[in-house]
Each structure stands twice: as C-alpha cells, then as structure tokens.
C-alpha cells in the first residue's frame, strides 16, 4: 500500500490525558499536511511541513497541540491534556512539490473521542 | 485564497449526470480551481483541477466560465457510490497556503 497511512484508526481517551497520533505519508512526498474535521464541516488547516521544517500553523492549533515530522519523513500531532472540544476526525495528506501542480493526498483519518 | 460558494446539497438519479456548481467571484488570476469528494469515513479525494480551460478525466469534467467566477464539475454518469461531499477549492498552487474547504455540496445519488 503506498497511500497515506494514519494510525491509529479510533483513539478515546479521557480528558485531560494526552494522546499522539501519527501519518506515514506517500514516500518521497515533502509536504505533510494535517487538518482537522468536525461533524457536518469540511477540513479545517491545522499545520504543514514542508520536509522537517514546520511552516505555518493555524490559529486552531493551541499551545496544547504540538506536530513533528523528524527527518521529513512520517509525522506526530501530539495533543497535552485533551479536553470535550478536542473530539474530531484528524486527516493527514501528503504532497510532492515540483511534480507539477500541487494535489493532496489523504489519510483516512485518526477519530478521536474525548469523555 | 479565494472562497467559494457552493449549494448544501444535490440529488441526482443513478445514471444521470451530475452537476455540481461553484461561485469563486473573487478568484485572483493565478488560482486554481481544484475538486475534491469524501466519502463517508475517508479522507477526502482529488478528482480534478484547472486554471482557465475546461478539463476532463477518468473521474469527472470540470467547466470554468470564461470570466473564471464559477464552475461546474460534472460527473457524467452518476453511480451510487458518487454520493459524496464535493469540495470546490480555489487556491493558489504551490504556495504552500492551504486548501480551504469549506463544507461543500453534499451529493445523494437515487436509485
């Protein structure tokens, strides 16, 4: 399989735990995007990196909220101390930047529940 | 990036074509019109993008208007697993700016 990988598939945790998440993305893609998904709304930008480097963040993604990608390789999104609102679906995508115009490629996601 | 507007939600009858429609009135002259689809509990998907000429592929056609301020994907021969959210997004390609997706057009297709 050489699509993007995320797991985990389901995550609940209680609030106030901490949780981390990873995406494997397509090889060789230096883009890695991750964004977030509430019921009934499309995506939401969180963060991307453009191989290691970290280059814009949203507003959406709060000091509780920390992203690595070591390498340019696979990447983390670690939430600290997870509260009710936190509660959505988590899609990774992948790119290739010089390979023409840009497409996303996604994940299937990471659902995380918060009780 | 410009934002888009689309309809909330589509019926279409297996079979028949699906059109899906997108207003980007406030589109710059170097953006991209780009679609993508989720189904449901996945990841959404690229269908197709385009610049200023009309384009077509394996999935879908996409139609832009000569002034460029909407678009129309169309899907020619609607199955039931084409019920999907559709996402229009215009962007500015390779910037590194994100995909806005707004929350799309939700297709039903009829049996």
């Known amino acids: 399989d050489t699509g993007v990988s995320q797991n985990p598939r389901h995550k609940i945790t209680k609030r106030g735990q901490n949780v981390t998440f990873r995406c494997d993305p397509i090889s060789e893609h230096n883009r890695l995007y991750w964004y977030r998904q509430t019921l009934g709304q499309g995506p939401e930008f969180l963060t991307y990196?453009?191989?290691?480097?970290?280059?814009?963040k949203s507003r959406l993604l709060s000091d509780r909220f920390s992203a690595e990608r070591p390498k340019g390789s696979f990447s983390t999104l670690e939430i600290q101390r997870t509260e009710q609102g936190d509660s959505a679906m988590y899609l990774c995508?992948?790119?290739?930047?010089?390979?023409?115009?840009?497409?996303?490629?996604f994940g299937s996601g990471t659902q995380l529940s918060v009780l | 990036d410009a934002k888009t507007t689309q309809p909330p939600s589509m019926d279409c009858a297996e079979g028949r074509a699906a059109n899906l429609p997108c207003n980007h009135s406030t589109i710059s002259g170097n953006e991209y019109v780009y679609w993508y689809r989720q189904i449901h509990s996945q990841g959404p998907q690229y269908i197709i993008h385009g610049l200023k000429n009309n384009e077509t592929n394996e999935m879908a056609s996409l139609i832009i208007t000569e002034d460029r301020k909407s678009s129309t994907l169309i899907l020619p021969h609607a199955t039931l697993r084409d019920t999907a959210v559709y996402y229009c997004i215009v962007r500015l390609t390779n910037t590194g700016n994100q995909f806005y997706f707004g929350t799309g057009t939700s297709l039903t297709v009829i049996p």
């Open positions: 990196f453009q191989n290691e480097a970290q280059l814009e």
């Open positions: 995508a992948s790119s290739l930047i010089g390979g023409g115009v840009e497409k996303l490629f």
